[in-house]
């Protein structure tokens, strides 16, 4: 199956930060998605996005499909930025539909 | 508002005692899926549907069975649990062959004795 890293695992960051989080996955997928989890445990949308770039307030997000990685960048960073965030690479097709997430980096900003 | 349902949201059970975790979308989404979230292993899918009375196995689909006879609910079963199935557990659907955002459920928490 199609695997997928996330990078660094853990992050510290002053309040005010700017941070880069990496996604890389090992083969072509229909799909990308970042999420959010915060500490309650929701997942929260952030971007879908198989290809390009998008911005959303604070949040960006850019993949390059043919070199199979994601990056999202947090700028100005919040305690409320503070939870782990997921990639998440869709594979489907032949009948198949396949999900899969990186292991998440977590993120402790801090005032 | 659109959204992703489940319900119990906490549940506390002991082994060997059958439960249902359900799960309802109003999106008119054809696809939904189940996943388990452990820690150290993220999250990982147990079954899929992609239509009305077509399921199919995920990654870990050992101990759970699921139906999908309505195209909004999506209901897991844990004929008899265990403790290996404590866990975190999310429902989600998507549209469109999977090709847009895919939305979640808040999340079940299990405890099985």
């Known amino acids: ?111 | 508002e659109a959204q992703v349902t489940q319900n119990p949201r906490y549940l506390i059970t002991v082994t060997g005692k059958k439960l249902t975790v359900t799960c309802s979308q109003n999106m008119n989404h054809e696809y939904m899926s189940w996943y388990r979230q452990d820690p150290g292993l993220g999250l990982r899918q147990i079954y899929y549907s992609m239509n009305v009375e077509v399921t199919d196995k995920g990654d870990v689909p050992e101990g759970y069975k699921v139906s999908r006879k309505e195209k909004r609910n999506f209901p897991l079963i844990l004929e008899s649990p265990s403790p290996n199935q404590t866990s975190l557990y999310f429902c989600a659907s998507s549209s469109e062959q999977g090709q847009e955002t895919q939305y979640f459920g808040p999340g079940t928490r299990l405890l099985v004795l």
């Open chain 1, 1 to 111: 199956g199609i695997q997928v890293e996330q990078s660094p695992p853990d992050l510290i960051l002053q309040e005010g930060a700017n941070s880069t989080l990496r996604c890389n996955f090992s083969d072509s997928v229909n799909n990308l998605q970042w999420f959010h989890q915060n500490p309650w445990g929701q997942l929260i949308n952030l971007f879908y996005i198989p290809s390009g770039t998008k911005q959303n307030g604070r949040l960006s997000a850019t993949t390059v499909a043919t070199e199979r990685y994601s990056l999202l960048y947090i700028s100005s960073s919040q305690t409320t930025d503070s939870g782990v965030y997921f990639c998440a690479v869709l594979f489907s097709g032949a009948g198949s539909y396949q999900l899969t997430f990186g292991k998440g980096t977590k993120l402790s900003v801090i005032p």
